[in-house]
């Protein structure tokens, strides 16, 4: 209901004294109150009528007028019963200060005369919304029912909206849309994080669960009465989405097969092959493999992967599989698409690996592959990680094998007493080590990396031996110092 309304109603004899009524604003409840302060009770959005009990002199009505103010009520009404003119004027002065619009309420009218028209004017219109939604709803689940498929279905909501709206992946990827999101990564970031309202448009998540899973619907318009229409078609949408999951579940299976057929060295790479071609992929295409994992929330990381990776998609024991066709671009898209999803981890870490592009005659070790460089992503610290198999040295993929606790056991070992070393004399032994190997074992060179004598540098190389009981002349001992500093990065 709109404040124009209720004071054009001639049997209230309302009379506005402060404030204009254009742009007529609407407002959602009548709040009667004589608190002096009646912020905790206020949501924003309501017209407030007060017989100004809560009045002991003029400092009253500032500290009365700027609590509504805060909360942003749309009107004060006040009865003038139990006030004088001197009383008023104080209350009117308050409301021209903090731009509230001030009307009085006539002797002859009690606030629950005022608060009956209301109520019978919102359920008015609450009768008038609701039938208008039915008939939306009608003809939306119409075009859901005439098979005209997602596409279809946006479109027909644009027309019933009035606004064209789109529906896009968390990474800001259109899934369909009457026509272009020019703003598509920005609105994106926006939903990731929580948002319901990115510049002028409104989204609405389409399913249930986390965000990262969800699609949204994008709505360029900011108009609250097509909230329900919205809210309509965000459910038809997700409706949609889940046939068209369930059409997959086929893909779903015959990709769980595949990676069962090459976990088994003694499948035939004819099965292999025969697999692939039902897969849709050519004898002469070039395959990754992706490998995810996120922790912290279950099955995350299947709907995750799935967005950002088209081809055979599956989980196996949390982690999330993709068999793709390569592409120059394939590393820079799903770097591209992490850092869109990063916001919206919260507390989850999110760990993907990728392989080198190869045959399908190679396409057991791009899974290994695949799934080393993920190891080596899980550990390396950041929130999100992408790693690439090709970036990786032979070394680096093998830690991605190791379990943690192996990899932090070595560690603890050959290191451990040479960090607890620095902490005590607050020294740079292992800085020093680093430097030393680096160097391929240079004296002259680490020393002048370092700005070190070489002699201070040959002393600070011998305590590492003696704390570690290694020596470095040997390659053998050099090799398991520096494994043990990459596996402590």
């Known amino acids: 209901m709109r404040l124009g309304e209720l004071l054009a109603d001639s049997g209230l004899g309302l009379r506005l004294l402060v404030g204009a009524i254009e742009p007529d604003p609407e407002f959602r409840w009548i709040y009667v109150t004589d608190l002096r302060d009646p912020r905790r009770y206020l949501g924003g959005g309501e017209v407030v009528l007060t017989g100004m009990l809560w009045y002991h002199d003029p400092g009253d009505a500032e500290a009365f007028v700027s609590a509504i103010a805060e909360m942003g009520v749309v009107a004060l009404g006040v009865g003038t019963a139990e006030i004088g003119p001197v009383t008023f004027d104080v209350v009117a002065d308050a409301c021209r200060r903090h731009s509230v619009r001030l009307f009085t309420v006539p002797l002859d009218v009690s606030f629950t ?16 919304r609701s039938s208008a939604v039915l008939e939306h709803h009608r003809r939306l689940v119409a075009v859901l029912g ?8 946006v479109a027909a909501g644009s027309v019933e909206l009035g606004a064209p709206c789109w529906v896009i992946t968390p990474t800001g990827r259109v899934v369909a849309g009457v026509t272009d999101l020019p703003d598509s990564s920005a609105v994106a970031a926006g939903f990731v994080t929580g948002k319901r309202q990115v510049g002028s448009y409104s989204v609405l998540p389409i399913g249930t669960g986390h965000r990262l899973a969800c699609w949204a619907l994008v709505v ?12 309509e078609l965000a459910t038809l949408i997700g409706l949609e ?4 999951a369930a059409g997959r579940v086929g893909e779903r299976r015959s990709a769980t097969q595949l990676l069962s057929l090459l976990a088994d060295e003694s499948t035939p790479a004819a099965d292999i092959s025969a697999r692939l071609t039902a897969a849709g992929f050519g004898p002469e295409d070039s395959l990754c493999v992706v490998s995810m994992t996120i922790t912290g929330e279950a099955g995350l990381a299947l709907d995750v992967l799935d967005s950002l990776v088209e081809g055979l998609v599956t989980d196996v024991d949390g982690e999330a599989v993709a068999i793709t066709l390569a592409g120059n671009d394939l590393l ?3 770097r591209s698409g992490v850092r869109a999803l990063e916001p919206g981890l919260g507390s989850c870490r999110l760990a993907l ?27 390396n610290g950041s929130h999100a990680a992408v790693v690439a198999g090709s970036e990786l040295a032979s070394h680096q993929l093998l830690f991605g094998a190791l379990p943690d606790e192996l990899r932090q056991s070595f560690c603890r070992r050959l290191l451990g ?13 292992l800085e020093s080590l680093r430097v030393f190997l680096d160097c391929s074992g240079s004296w002259s060179q680490a020393a002048a990396r370092l700005h070190l004598h070489v002699n201070t540098l040959r002393y600070r190389i011998g305590r590492v031996e003696d704390l570690t009981g290694r020596d470095l002349s040997r390659f053998a001992d050099r090799v398991d110092l520096f494994l043990a500093l990459e596996l402590s990065r």
């Not at 360029?220 to 809210?231: F, K, M």
């Open 146 to 153: 005439s098979g005209a498929g997602l596409d279809g279905l």
């Open 417 to 429: 007493p040479v960090r607890a070393y620095d902490q005590e004399h607050h020294s740079e032994l």
């Open 241 to 244: 989405r889940s046939a068209l």
């Open 332 to 334: 820079d898209s799903l």
């Open 220 to 231: 360029a318009d900011r108009t609250s009465d097509r909230h329900e229409i919205a809210v």
């Open 353 to 379: 690996g990728i392989s080198s592009p190869g045959p399908a005659s190679r396409l057991r070790a791009s899974v290994d592959e695949a799934r080393y460089a993920r190891g080596v992503a899980v550990h």
């Open 113 to 128: 005369s005022i608060t009956q028209r209301v109520v019978s004017a919102l359920a008015a219109e609450h009768v008038r």
